[in-house]
């Protein structure tokens, strides 16, 4: 640990400039290099890609966005990174549903909640205490540049800024003091604007995107001289294979198989599968009940997409031939 405290120390001093006026010595942030990382969902395989590429880039600090457990098995293994870099990390919507079922363990009916019950199940105490603490929102500021980052939007971890919601991204930005807002949450690629002044970044899924196989994406900001000089989206090559191999041996598939098919997919070129599932899903609950939620839900089925078990395991029939587990 003592090891790892000076790596951490010498790692910041890239901050640093020393000036010597008059026998005074003067310290100057000259160059700040910060990679922002969101929507792991559980992928430690491709987390740890991610902060070997981040190390060869020089970067001097983390900041995660949320959805670091859930959907991939592998909930422990990740958060026990991502405390060990940073301590800027939020809570997404996959901690909340945790949270919200450590609050009262109601009966989960859902077979697609069978996921989110594993990785209950799964995780250690000091890592459950950990997700339960951590803000939804946070800000920051670097050399004078002030930083505001959310995991889905500043008033919800559900609510998603789509780069075509420009109602919403006006409304965030338009009385915004900090220089940037900063988010994760949709899973579209990287994408950056200029709205009413301020910068908007949309940061990527790192763990699970549907636009690249075995590819995780991430993103750089380097900020000099007191302002955003680059914005950088890296794309890191990680191992399917084994997370194929991982989650056979992690016992998920004794629990849930449609969602795991689901989620492999994603990563390894059938992302169109998972779409195609999940909107036909939508639409027969839409048709059938005309929500997607009940009226009586408490906690996390008050503003999760429910869809009945006939329909997600009549899809998963129709979808089988296309399923890896």
């Not at 697609?112 to 000091?126: A, D, S, V």
């Not at 690629?189 to 763990?207: A, D, P, Q």
């Not at 449609?258 to 059938?270: E, F, K, P, Q, R």
Request: aromatic share 12%.
């Amino acid at each position: 640990m003592f090891v790892e405290g000076l790596d951490r120390i010498f790692r910041n001093l890239i901050f640093l400039k020393c000036k010597n006026n008059n026998g005074i010595m003067h310290f100057e942030v000259i160059k700040i290099k910060i990679a922002i990382i969101s929507d792991i969902h559980g992928n430690s395989v491709a987390l740890k890609e991610i902060i070997k590429d981040a190390e060869k880039n020089k970067v001097n600090e983390y900041i995660f966005l949320g959805d670091q457990v859930n959907d991939l098995p592998f909930g422990n293994e990740t958060l026990d990174i991502v405390r060990k870099y940073s301590n800027k990390v939020l809570k997404g919507n996959k901690e909340q549903y945790l949270i919200e079922y450590d609050k009262e363990r109601y009966n989960w009916k859902n077979v697609q909640f069978k996921n989110t019950l594993f990785m209950y199940n799964e995780l250690t105490k000091e890592n459950l205490k950990y997700i339960k603490e951590l803000p939804h929102f946070m800000k920051l500021e670097y050399d004078g540049v002030k930083l505001l980052i959310a995991h889905g939007s500043p008033k919800s971890v559900e609510e998603q800024l789509h780069r075509n919601r420009t109602d919403l991204i006006n409304k965030y930005t338009e009385n915004l003091e900090e220089d940037a807002l900063i988010f994760g949450h949709t899973h579209e690629k990287v994408w950056k604007e200029t709205v009413n002044n301020k910068l908007v970044i949309s940061c990527g899924c790192s763990g699970v995107s549907p636009f690249f196989i075995g590819q995780a994406e991430y993103v750089i900001l380097e900020i000099n001289n007191g302002k955003i000089d680059d914005i950088i989206s890296r794309l890191v090559n990680f191992d399917i294979n084994l997370i194929k191999k991982k989650i056979i041996t992690s016992g998920i598939l004794n629990e849930d198989k449609v969602l795991m098919n689901l989620t492999y997919g994603a990563i390894s070129g059938h992302g169109a599968m998972r779409h195609n599932f999940l909107m036909e899903a939508k639409e027969i609950m839409l048709e059938r009940n005309g929500k997607l939620y009940k009226d009586n839900a408490k906690g996390i089925f008050k503003y999760f997409k429910l869809y009945d078990d006939d329909i997600w395991l009549g899809l998963a029939e129709k979808y089988k031939n296309e399923f890896i587990f």
